[in-house]
Antibody
Framework: EVQLVESGGGLVQPGGSLRLSCAAS????????MHWVRQAPGKGLVWVSR????????YYADSVKGRFTISRDNAKNTLYLQMNSLRAEDTAVYYC??????????????WGQGTLVTVSS | QSVLTQPPSASGTPGQRVTISCSGS????????VNWYQHLPGTAPKLLIY???QRPSGVPDRFSGSKSGTSASLAISGLQSEDEADYYCAAWDDSLNGVVFGGGTKLTVL
């Protein structure tokens, strides 16, 4: 069974930093592209970032480009999202998700339960 | 303002068929496949349809997807109370070089 467990969320002041982790199990993590998606309170799903299997190819939403960094450790089956220069509008539940295979890697076929990030003074 | 446009709400009675639309442009839906997600608040989102019209294993055949040009739609037949949820369309956008989501449609089963 695919399991994705996010951690690292919490309360942080504007301008601060936070690193989210996503522990993966039940599938071959090193063979899967991965996504981060977020949902602000009362709002819809918004894609944040995507990473290739070897970590060499990364993609970001314009709203986080230059501030967030996605990475992975295939030896630890773990996905990361380093978030710097946080703003109030980054407040959201952050989900990690496994990308579909091959041509379907834009889809997210398994999701974690999410971790809440609150940016406030 | 979302790149993909969905109606904010939809409704139907049990057993009815409902359709949710998703409108995009030549850089997203017009050029790439569409995926649909079901999301109940407080739970993990679920992939409902991928590659325009494909259902992952375990998704009932009451759910179907289609795409034409720069628009896509999700149809739910034989509506059930458990289908009450938020539904999102998504696609890769070649101009933005990222995934774009619709704003979501809240489905109410009357």
């Amino acid at each position: 069974e695919v399991q994705l467990v996010e951690s690292g969320g919490g309360l942080v002041q504007p301008g601060g930093s936070l690193r989210l982790s996503c522990a993966a199990s039940g599938f071959t993590f090193s063979s899967s592209w991965m996504h981060w998606v977020r949902q602000a309170p009362g709002k819809g799903l918004v894609w944040v970032s995507r990473i290739s299997t070897d970590g060499r190819s990364t993609y970001y939403a314009d709203s986080v480009k230059g501030r967030f960094t996605i990475s992975r450790d295939n030896a630890k089956n773990t996905l990361y999202l380093q978030m710097n220069s946080l703003r109030a509008e980054d407040t959201a539940v952050y989900y990690c998700a496994r990308a579909g295979l091959g041509a379907n890697r834009n889809a997210a076929d398994s999701w974690g339960q999410g971790t809440l990030v609150t940016v406030s003074s | 303002q979302s790149v993909l446009t969905q109606p904010p709400s939809a409704s139907g009675t049990p057993g009815q068929r409902v359709t949710i639309s998703c409108s995009g442009s030549s850089s997203n839906i017009g050029a790439n496949t569409v995926n649909w997600y079901q999301h109940l608040p407080g739970t993990a989102p679920k992939l409902l349809i991928y590659s325009n019209d494909q259902r992952p294993s375990g998704v009932p055949d009451r759910f179907s997807g289609s795409k034409s040009g720069t628009s896509a739609s999700l149809a739910i037949s034989g509506l059930q109370s458990e289908d009450e949820a938020d539904y999102y369309c998504a696609a890769w956008d070649d101009s933005l070089n990222g995934v774009v989501f619709g704003g979501g449609t809240k489905l109410t089963v009357l």
